[in-house]
Structure formats: C-alpha cells, structure tokens
C-alpha cells in the first residue's frame, strides 16, 4: 500500500514537472503545441518572436517557414505576419505595443506546405 501511494506521489511529481517545464521557454516566452512543432511566444513592445523546436525541444531551422500571430491588444485582434529570421526565429513587428504574455495564436506553414497552430491563453 506505501509502496502504491509513493508511485501515485512519484507520478503527480513528474507530470507537474513536465506541465511547468511546457509553459515557461527558454527565451523567457510561453511554450504551446503546434502540431508537431512547439512554439515559443515571446513578446517585447512591438516586437513577436517566435522560436521553433520540435517534440524533443530540439530547435528547428526557421528557413522556410511562413508565419502569422494573431494577438489580443485592447479587446482587438492584431495580425503580425512573421518572417524567418536566426537559427529558429521568426520575427514581425505589431503596429502597437503588446504586452508581456498576449493571448491568441501563432499560425505557421512549414516549408512542405503542412499547417498548424499553437494557442496562447
């Protein structure tokens, strides 16, 4: 019976671990799926970026890509066409300034055509 709470306690643990370690990148942005990319969100006055990994953090070339962040500013969407730029940035330039942590989406085409999107609440 110890034996199957510690495993119960042990699991909580690892999964609370891993749930923390998706919301927070290392840019300091938020991290959502897209598809089978994650995408990092960070935002800094006008500026968005984008940095792309794939399922095991590892970064992904942006080359190629096609993007457009679709975010919140005073009850207002806002589109932010974004542009590959360094290693596995995107980047694009809001009309006004953002905020810290906006919600909406990211919306990316990959260089094969395929689509996905990752949600920022």
């Not at 990319?37 to 006055?45: I, M, N, Q, S, Y």
């Not at 990994?53 to 974004?82: E, M, N, Y």
Request: proline residues 7%; neutral net charge; hydrophobic residues 40%.
């Amino acid at each position: 019976m110890i034996l199957h709470r510690l495993t119960l306690v042990a699991g909580l643990m690892a999964a609370t671990a891993a749930y923390a370690h998706e919301s927070a990148g290392q840019h300091g942005g938020r991290v959502a799926d897209a598809g089978k990319f994650h995408v990092e969100l960070a935002t800094k006055g006008e500026t968005v970026d984008v940095f792309l990994s794939d399922g095991g953090q590892k970064p992904v070339p942006a080359t190629g890509f096609k993007g457009t962040a679709i975010l919140v500013v005073g009850g207002k969407p806002t589109r932010v066409p974004l542009q590959p730029a360094d290693g596995n940035r995107l980047t694009g330039t809001a009309p006004v300034a953002l905020g810290d942590s906006p919600k909406g989406a990211v919306q990316l085409t990959a260089p094969d055509g395929a689509t996905a999107s990752g949600k920022f609440d």
